[in-house]
């Protein structure tokens, strides 16, 4: 989690080595999943930084964001 950002964070499985991002149910009643999903994206970034991949695509339908 970000600290100036309690809405949103990137919860992590080292077993696997996946990730998923979590949006609070509060903001979820004011944007879209997919509208959610593409302004966490530097999240996915981070995660996958860390090492961790996102085993479901985004809303551009990219799971990788970076080249690594």
Same mark, same amino acid.
């Given at each position: 989690?970000?600290?100036?950002?309690?809405?949103?964070?990137?919860?992590? /499985?080292?077993? /696997?080595?996946?990730y998923i991002k979590t949006i609070e149910a509060g903001l979820m009643?004011?944007?879209n999943?997919?509208?959610?999903?593409?302004?966490?994206?530097?999240l996915d970034i981070i995660a996958q930084d860390k090492g961790y991949r996102r085993n479901s695509p985004n809303p551009l339908g990219m799971k990788r964001i970076l080249n690594t």
């Open positions: 989690m970000i600290e100036d950002e309690k809405n949103f964070r990137i919860d992590t /499985c080292d077993a /696997c080595g996946s009643n004011e944007l999943p997919d509208i959610s999903d593409l302004i966490s994206l530097h």
